[in-house]
């Protein structure tokens, strides 16, 4: 797998991957109106738009020349927050979410990196709690077509400095 910060020229790509990825991850939670209303082209605009912000990155996973993920870090005044985080389907469950992690935690210099996660999301709440990640303990309340939980979750440090 090969992480690569995203350009302005992969903004389609971009687009399309963060739409499809993110409608995978929440088909059976958010109202299926809610997810139709999600397109390539919405994430491609969102995209284009952080272009112009120096404290969003966005990162392209590949695998073998495929755009398989997408990554959204925001600079934030206390460290960096990941803002988004998704992997086509497909692509799950081949170590690549570890090795963002790791990825994250040293090109971010150690800063704290905190992200939300659906408290009823238990396998992503498991594979952040499995990767260095602790709660803790802010919760806040989103609407995406119905109320939902989201838990807070950190990252202090380098907790792959060892094994890396």
Not at 9 to 32: C, I, M, R
Not at 94 to 102: A, L, P, S, Y
Request: charged residues 25%.
């Amino acid at each position: 797998m090969e992480i690569v910060r995203a350009g302005i020229n992969d903004a389609k790509v971009v687009g399309l991957v963060h739409s499809t990825a993110w409608k995978q991850a929440y088909e059976n939670v958010f109202p299926p109106e809610y997810l139709h209303s999600d397109t390539p082209a919405k994430r491609t605009q969102e995209f284009l738009e952080s272009c112009n912000n120096k404290d969003v990155f966005y990162y392209l996973l590949y695998e073998a020349e495929l755009a398989v993920g997408v990554v959204k870090v925001m600079k934030e005044s206390d460290g960096y927050e990941i803002v988004s985080f998704y992997i086509l389907a497909e692509h799950r469950g081949k170590g690549f979410g570890k090795q963002v992690v790791i990825y994250l935690s040293k090109l971010l210099g150690g800063e704290k990196v905190q992200l939300w996660v659906l408290e009823d999301n238990k396998k992503a709440r498991h594979f952040y709690e499995n990767n260095g990640f602790k709660n803790t303990g802010n919760t806040r309340v989103i609407c995406r077509g119905d109320s939902y939980v989201q838990m807070q979750y950190e990252l202090c440090g380098s907790p792959f400095s060892s094994h890396s």
